[in-house]
């Protein structure tokens, strides 16, 4: 093999292995691996519990049931079923969210670095979107029953339009999908983003930004 042939040998390796390594969480290697929250995670997860300590409880999860507190900025919460709040999920590859709306509110713009998302409305009428990578912007309201899907990493929203509340059930392809929310991301970051950044970016005046902080942390 000349040197140009490994050179492009060492090239494709070094492609292909973040996509194979990145392309979803790790296969489980046991039937069920429940997490130890109070271990460090891992490569793919937490440390499991030992087996004599594992109980039925473990693989049952009643935080779903439960109506989520919409007083807040944005008029929704999200109750989080993933590896943090049901540890039985721990290497599994799974999540689910349950998300509640006040009249009017909105899952403000945010994306999920980890995890293609699919979700159904359980009640009332949600407008989902998601803008893809070339700026087009994907949409329609849904009511109880219809179904959508969110491509991995992409940014989206669901915004109650109907009368009453609403609430809506999202299932993950991975224990722990995160979410980067975006208004949060851009003016709560902890250290801040500088503020010329800011003002250069949204083209607006640091009072702006100033009051939009506020309101945000508030």
């Given at each position: 093999?000349?040197s140009f042939s490994r050179l492009l040998?060492?090239?494709?390796?070094?492609?292909?292995?973040?996509?194979?390594?990145?392309?979803?969480?790790?296969?489980?290697?046991?039937?069920?691996?429940?997490?130890?929250?109070?271990?460090?995670?891992?490569?793919?997860?937490?440390?499991?519990?030992?087996?004599?300590?594992?109980?039925?409880?473990?693989?049952?999860?009643?935080?779903?049931?439960?109506?989520?507190?919409?007083?807040?900025?944005?008029?929704?919460?999200?109750?989080?079923?993933?590896?943090?709040?049901?540890?039985?999920?721990?290497?599994?590859?799974?999540?689910?969210?349950?998300?509640?709306?006040?009249?009017?509110?909105?899952?403000?713009?945010?994306?999920?670095?980890?995890?293609?998302?699919?979700?159904?409305?359980?009640k009332g009428k949600l407008l989902v979107?998601?803008?893809?990578?070339?700026?087009?912007?994907?949409?329609?309201?849904?009511?109880?029953?219809?179904?959508?899907?969110?491509?991995?990493?992409?940014?989206?929203?669901?915004?109650?339009?109907?009368?009453?509340?609403?609430?809506?059930?999202?299932?993950?392809?991975?224990?722990?999908?995160?979410?980067?929310?975006?208004?949060?991301?851009?003016?709560?970051?902890n250290p801040s983003i500088p503020e010329?950044?800011?003002?250069?970016?949204?083209?607006?005046?640091?009072?702006?930004?100033?009051?939009?902080?506020?309101?945000?942390?508030?």
């Open positions: 093999m000349d040998y060492c090239f494709m390796v070094l492609f292909l292995l973040p996509l194979l390594s990145h392309s979803a969480d790790s296969d489980p290697l046991q039937d069920f691996c429940v997490g130890n929250l109070a271990a460090s995670p891992s490569l793919n997860g937490f440390p499991c519990k030992s087996a004599s300590s594992v109980t039925s409880d473990d693989f049952f999860f009643d935080g779903l049931s439960k109506e989520g507190n919409t007083n807040n900025t944005f008029g929704a919460v999200v109750t989080p079923a993933n590896v943090l709040t049901f540890p039985g999920l721990n290497t599994q590859g799974i999540s689910m969210n349950r998300v509640d709306f006040a009249p009017g509110g909105v899952n403000p713009p945010h994306s999920h670095p980890r995890s293609t998302e699919s979700g159904i409305v359980i979107g998601f803008v893809a990578t070339d700026d087009k912007f994907y949409s329609k309201v849904l009511t109880r029953g219809q179904m959508f899907v969110i491509p991995r990493g992409l940014v989206h929203f669901q915004q109650n339009v109907g009368k009453g509340k609403a609430i809506a059930f999202t299932a993950f392809n991975s224990q722990l999908p995160g979410a980067v929310v975006l208004p949060k991301t851009i003016f709560t970051a010329d950044v800011l003002t250069k970016t949204f083209k607006v005046e640091a009072d702006v930004i100033k009051s939009i902080r506020t309101k945000l942390s508030s």
